[in-house]
C-alpha cells in the first residue's frame, strides 16, 4: 500500500479567490477521473483480478479511452493555470519534479513542442473513440478488420453485467 498524506482545505479561504479555485478544484477533478481510470486499467492488465478474460481486453481499452478523454479535457484547465499570476506564483513553492510534469503537459498546448502529436494523437482519439462514436470511422475500421482477418469476433451476455462483452466491437475499435 502507498503512503499517503492528507491535507485539509477551508473552502471559504478557496471562495475568496474564486476563479483560481475553479481551476484548481477543475485540475484535481481531472487527477481523480486519470487516476480512477489507471486504478481500473491495472486491475484489467492483473491477471489476479476477477476481471472475466473474455472482459479483459474490452476494459483495458475502456479505461484508456477514458485516461485520453480527461487528457484532452485537462489541456485548456493547464492553460488556464498559466494564464493565473496568483497560480504561477504559487507553482514556485512546488517541488522541481512536479513542475517537470507540469511542463510536459505544457508542451502539448498550442505553440509547444508536443502539441501536434498531441493533437493528432490524443485529442484524434478522444473525437474518434474515447467518448464519441464515429459512424465513418467504425465502417472504415469494419472493412479493414473484415479484410484481414478471418477470426470469428464474439458476443457475450449474462444476467451478470460484470460477463456481458461484445468483443466484436472491441475488435473493431482496436483496428
Known amino acids: 500500500m502507498g503512503k499517503t498524506t492528507t491535507q485539509y482545505v477551508d473552502l471559504a479561504k478557496l471562495a475568496r479567490h474564486p476563479e483560481e479555485a475553479s481551476i484548481v478544484i477543475r485540475l484535481m477533478m481531472v487527477c481523480n477521473d486519470v487516476a480512477a481510470a489507471t486504478a481500473g486499467l ?5 491477471k489476479a483480478s476477477e476481471i472475466a478474460e473474455h472482459v479483459r481486453w474490452g476494459r483495458k481499452m ?3 479511452r477514458l485516461q485520453i ?3 484532452a479535457e485537462a489541456l485548456p484547465i493547464i492553460e488556464e493555470l498559466r494564464a493565473s499570476r496568483r497560480l504561477i506564483k504559487i507553482l514556485e513553492a512546488f517541488p522541481q519534479e512536479r513542475l517537470n510534469q507540469l511542463h510536459e503537459l505544457e508542451s502539448c498546448l ?3 513542442q508536443r502539441h ?8 484524434r482519439a478522444r473525437n474518434a473513440t474515447a467518448f464519441h462514436y464515429d459512424g465513418k470511422l467504425v465502417s472504415r475500421a469494419l472493412r479493414d478488420r473484415a479484410r484481414i482477418t478471418t477470426k470469428l ?3 457475450t451476455t449474462s444476467n451478470d453485467i460484470r460477463l456481458v ?5 472491441d475488435g473493431i475499435l482496436d483496428t
Open 153 to 155: 469476433q464474439t458476443v
Open 62 to 64: 475502456y479505461m484508456a
Open 69 to 71: 478523454g480527461h487528457l
Open 42 to 46: 491495472l486491475e484489467a492488465w492483473d
Open 165 to 169: 462483452r461484445f468483443g466484436l466491437a
Open 116 to 123: 501536434k502529436l498531441f493533437t493528432s494523437v490524443i485529442v
Open 110 to 112: 498550442p505553440g509547444g
